[in-house]
């Protein structure tokens, strides 16, 4: 799962980094960012990429109650294309999520013990994300987001059985791509990333 990660970086490098406009979006810093809270993210329209900012737990457009949006804030890549939760969206309303890093938790007896993953360059990368719009009783858009997982990598895996989705360079404009609608083309792209690029470290949280 990812049920915490760290965005630090300024929103002018990630608009640069992921080549998008910059729409207003505010966002504080923050090394502990979780679900619940308002998150950018890179949305394409064949056009062009935008900056836009999503609340982090999806609510299907079909949800009677929005609190369903507090389990949503992963979808599990080996079921987005057939579960009713997600496979509209993973057909329609893909979104890139920007990150500096993410936290896993590895239990030790009764203790569950933080570390922290990274790039090893250094830069800033992208979860892949899926987001919703739900009309509220007072008529009101809300919009809002998930981060897909998938399973560990060698690094990732003597902590968790699970790690988010982080999208190569080389993928992130066909996942993007509003007019790729076929899973075919979209479940490679959902692969552990390499391990040899990335670094883990005990975290203080």
Known sequence: MCGRFVLISDLSVIAREF???????????SRNVSPGRHIPAVVGSGQENRLVSFLWG?????????SIGAKLFNARAETIAEK???????????C???????????????????????????????????YEQWIAP????????TIITTQANDIVAPVHNRM????????QQLWLNPEIKDPAHLLDILK?????????NPANL
């Open 192 to 200: 552990p990333y390499p391990a040899e690029e990335m670094t883990c």
């Open 19 to 29: 080549d998008a406009s910059n729409t207003s979006v505010s966002f504080s810093p």
């Open 84 to 94: 009713p939760s997600f496979k509209n969206a993973f057909r329609q309303r893909r």
């Open 58 to 66: 999806l609510i299907p457009f079909w949800a009677k109650d929005p």
């Open 164 to 171: 988010p989705v982080i999208v190569p360079k080389a993928g």
């Open 138 to 145: 007072d008529k009101k858009t809300v919009e809002t987001c």
């Open 96 to 130: 890139l999520i920007p990150a500096d890093g993410f936290y896993e938790w590895k239990t030790e007896g009764r203790q569950k013990i933080p570390f922290s993953f990274h790039l090893k360059s250094g830069k800033p990368f992208a979860f892949a994300g899926l």
